[in-house]
């Protein structure tokens, strides 16, 4: 069974820094298509990062230089690091898994087929 658990998050000042984890089980993350989203308080859902399985990330403009992703296979682990952080940031992040990845970037939120719980982001600016 392929699951995907969420830690970190919280409240933050505004140009500060902060790390999304999600363990994940039940695949091989080399072999996913892996992605961030945020919900914001409109619930519109938007992209704040993904990576194939050809480890090519991609960022939006609104977060391109401030958000990395970045995993860790050994420990099974999908991060989001986010710097110099904005109130727009603010909203719900959910990491993503496609399993297996289809071989393109997946940038559409139907493309994923497993999410995490979430894990609440507030920016104070």
């Known amino acids: 069974e392929v699951t995907l658990v969420q830690s970190g998050g919280g409240s933050v000042q505004a140009g500060q820094s902060l790390r999304l984890s999600c363990t994940s089980s039940?695949?091989?993350?080399?072999?996913?298509?892996l992605g961030w989203y945020r919900q914001g308080p409109d619930n519109e859902c938007s992209l704040a990062s993904s990576?194939?399985?050809?480890?090519?990330?991609y960022y939006p403009e609104s977060v391109r230089g401030r958000f990395t992703i970045s995993q860790d296979s050994a420990k099974k682990m999908l991060y989001l690091h986010m710097t110099r952080v904005k109130a727009e940031d603010t909203g719900m992040y959910y990491c993503?898994?496609?399993?297996?990845?289809?071989?393109?970037?997946?940038?559409?939120?139907?493309?994923?087929?497993?999410w995490g719980q979430g894990t609440q982001v507030t920016v104070a600016s």
């Open positions: 993503a898994a496609r399993v297996p990845w289809i071989g393109r970037p997946l940038l559409s939120p139907k493309l994923y087929n497993h």
């Open positions: 039940g695949f091989t993350l080399g072999r996913a298509g």
């Open positions: 990576t194939g399985s050809d480890g090519s990330p």
